[in-house]
């Protein structure tokens, strides 16, 4: 059974900085896409950043330049640095992890969210 557990989240100022990790088990994790999504308060839920299984990386244009995904295969675990906050970053951020290798494949597993409040 997979499970996908996020952590990281929290309360910043605006213009901090915080790390998000997600600690993945139940299934080989180097193998599968993985991506950071948030949901915010009355709108829909978008990719905040994707990974494929070798290591590409696709940003949402609201982020980049901000935010780096990354993946530890070793540990199973992936990860978001997020930089430069800002309100409008605040959300509940989820790990998922894709179907296959790429992200296009769409989400498979959820984990259960972390919230992140960027104060102005």
């Known amino acids: 059974q997979v499970q996908l557990v996020e952590s990281g989240g929290g309360l910043v100022q605006a213009g901090g900085s915080l790390r998000l990790s997600c600690a993945a088990s139940g299934r080989t994790f180097s193998r599968f896409a993985m991506g950071w999504y948030r949901h915010a308060p009355g709108k829909q839920r978008e990719l905040v950043a994707a990974?494929?299984?070798?290591?590409?990386?696709n940003y949402a244009d609201s982020v980049k330049g901000r935010f780096t995904i990354s993946r530890d295969n070793a540990r199973s675990t992936l990860y978001l640095e997020m930089n430069s906050l800002k309100p409008e970053d605040t959300a509940v951020y989820y790990c998922?992890?894709?179907?296959?290798?790429?992200?296009?494949?769409?989400?498979?597993?959820w984990g259960q969210g972390t919230q992140v409040t960027v104060a102005s």
């Open positions: 998922g992890q894709a179907r296959s290798w790429h992200y296009l494949s769409g989400v498979e597993y």
């Open positions: 990974i494929t299984s070798s290591g590409d990386t």
